[in-house]
């Protein structure tokens, strides 16, 4: 009882209930549902949008009205009058500083440009992690497929070398055939311990980008069948990928708020102007008055600040000019090798693999026929294992070429994914 009661006041003080356990994806895990669930939980774009917030605040105190809150000064002295009277004088001086030459304009305006630079980089942001999650999810159904063909490499290895065994045993094969098959076997079984070493680095890299814990479980649906895009025109696909990346509507806001910030560097020049207004009391008379005050800008110049604002500038423009040939470098980059792993997986299919399975199962029978010798054995076993290899490299490479073309183009391309149920 007294453990629900520190429950109910937890839930009451802290707004979430004591025994809440951290929030898991659904399970069996789509990539759908893996790029939603990142979208909400990877902590890179947490921090970023909490950035955001940061900037949000940057924006609203650039947004003040004045430059600082009016000043209050209160002063009283005490005064010796000849003949022994005393008397104290009283002073009040109430003072309020105003922009002057634009200046709040100007910073609002590079403040909300600075605002809009980390919005258009946080979508970008976004579209990358996209890229990233998609990888990382294609990546672990591919060494899936790993681990499972490797198990049939030791399988198929396995009885071979069996075979070869007992067929040394009774004397009717050779020791050089007994060594063949079991150098095929203890290949498979290196092959197998590899892939299930990939497949446990594969769930960690997804895991890490899904905000999991190490330990917590991870069932992935879907059929590895990744499929690529059309390619269009290479030069249209460049112009519209320089149009959407939000990264470089960054680089071209912050340009424009270096420009606001070397406008206000060149305004410092001109100072705020001081309004104050005052009341004393000095003996028997009351005097009220007012007048104007402001710095005189004779020995700090302010030329560093516009040293700085220029440099500034420059900076922003070449950044972005940098980017933008970046971002043209990398779709053609992207385009050139989605196209060959295209074309390397439709050489290398599944179809393929099943028929090097396929010769090694002939080969073993005739071998056990006496047909073939170990020779023979050997080049089947290479066969398998390379044609195995070729295969999932081919997979491996289009994942990493796709969602390369998919952070290239802003999110104009991505690879899809067989459903559950195809």
């Not at 081919?394 to 802003?410: H, I, K």
Request: with cysteine; net charge positive; aromatic share 4%.
């Amino acid at each position: 009882m007294a453990f629900r009661l520190l429950c109910v006041a937890g839930l009451l003080l802290a707004g979430a209930p004591c025994w809440a356990t951290p929030a898991q994806p659904p399970s069996p895990l789509d990539l759908s549902a893996a790029l939603g669930w990142a979208e909400r939980h990877n902590p890179t774009l947490i921090a970023a949008r909490i950035g955001l917030r940061q900037r949000e605040g940057v924006l609203a105190h650039a947004e003040r009205v004045l430059p600082a809150n009016p000043r209050l000064g209160l002063e009283a002295a005490d005064r010796d009058a000849p003949g022994g009277r005393a008397s104290t004088d009283i002073g009040i001086r109430l003072s309020q500083e105003f922009w002057i030459g634009g200046q709040a304009g100007l910073r609002e305006r590079a403040a909300q440009a600075r605002l809009t630079a980390d919005e258009a980089e946080l979508r970008f942001l976004q579209v990358a992690t996209r890229s990233r999650v998609r990888a990382a999810f294609l990546d672990t159904l591919v060494a899936e497929r790993a681990v499972a063909s490797a198990r049939d490499v030791v399988a198929v290895n396995r009885d071979l070398a069996d075979y070869a065994e007992r067929r040394l045993d009774a004397g009717q094969g050779t020791r050089m055939e007994a060594n063949v098959a079991r150098i095929g076997a203890g290949r498979a079984k290196a092959l197998l311990a590899r892939a299930r070493s990939e497949r446990a680095q594969a769930r960690i890299r997804l895991r890490a980008l899904l905000a999991l814990e190490p330990g917590a479980p991870l069932q992935l649906a879907g059929r590895l069948k990744p499929t690529a895009p059309d390619m269009p025109d290479r030069q249209a696909l460049i112009e519209r990928a320089v149009a959407q990346r939000d990264d470089l509507a960054a680089a071209a806001s912050r340009v424009a708020a270096a420009r606001e910030e070397l406008q206000l560097a060149r305004r410092q020049i001109i100072p705020n102007l001081t309004v104050f207004g005052f009341y004393r009391e000095e003996e028997a008379s009351r005097i009220a008055g007012g007048g104007l005050s402001l710095p005189l800008p004779v020995l700090h110049r302010y030329g560093g600040e516009r040293q700085q604002a220029v440099a500034g500038l420059e900076a922003a423009r070449l950044q972005r000019e940098t980017l933008a040939r970046e971002v043209r470098l990398q779709v053609l980059s992207a385009l050139s090798g989605l196209q060959a792993a295209r074309q390397r997986v439709a050489a290398m299919s599944e179809e393929v693999v099943v028929a090097a399975r396929e010769n090694f199962r002939l080969t073993q029978r005739a071998f056990q026929a006496g047909e073939l010798g170990a020779p023979a054995l050997t080049a089947a076993q290479d066969t398998l294992i390379n044609t195995r290899r070729d295969y999932l490299d081919a997979l491996r490479e289009l994942v990493a070429t796709g969602t390369e073309l998919e952070r290239a183009t802003g999110g104009l391309m991505a690879l899809d994914n067989a459903p559950v149920n195809e």
